[in-house]
């Protein structure tokens, strides 16, 4: 027996009644007790809080993307201003050394920051967002949700903040 989603589930009721006038209803309720049967009011509140929580996520790691492209573009800045400085530095010129030993050591303090904290820090959002989605996939979309308990499960949600 396929599963529907929200209203569309008219169709298995009708096979099921089908299967009920035709002896064979203990199997359409075996099947339907294997699967969990539909979700409940509370799961369907969970599943919507996991929703929520799943968009904070992609927004958030959409930011973290946004800033390590903008500390590589940065980075990519800094090499370039010091391959110039290189190129046009007189051996003699102290305060042109001291400019480009500041450059040096901004750009290693931006690699440092990259690598220890912008990368890691995506890293890790990106990680938690699979899992949160995996949880969603198992618990969430494998069972029908009628639309009846989908929209009681709105009318009084309230879910923790992530």
């Known amino acids: 027996m396929k599963r529907y989603f929200g209203g569309k589930f008219v169709q298995a009721l009708v096979v099921g009644a089908i299967l009920a006038g035709s002896g064979g209803a203990t199997m359409a309720q075996s099947q339907l007790a294997q699967s969990g049967g539909a979700?409940?009011?509370?799961?369907?509140?969970?599943?919507?809080?996991?929703?929520?929580?799943l968009a904070a996520k992609r927004e958030e790691i959409?930011?973290?993307?946004?800033?390590?492209?903008?500390?590589?573009?940065?980075?990519?800045?800094?090499?370039?201003?010091?391959?110039?400085?290189r190129r046009?530095?007189?051996?003699?010129?102290?305060?042109?050394q001291a400019l480009l030993k500041n450059l040096i050591a901004q750009e290693t303090g931006l690699r440092d920051l990259i690598q220890s904290d912008t990368r890691p820090a995506l890293n890790q959002s990106v990680a938690e967002y699979n899992a949160l989605a995996a949880l969603y996939t198992t618990e969430c979309t494998t069972r029908q949700r009628y639309t009846f308990d989908v929209e009681q499960a709105k009318k009084d949600l309230v879910c923790p903040l992530p």
């Open 39 to 53: 979700l409940t009011v509370d799961e369907i509140r969970g599943c919507l809080c996991m929703d929520l929580e």
């Open 62 to 85: 959409a930011t973290r993307r946004a800033m390590l492209e903008e500390r590589n573009t940065q980075l990519s800045l800094l090499s370039a201003q010091i391959v110039e400085r």
């Open 88 to 96: 046009s530095l007189d051996p003699l010129d102290t305060v042109g």
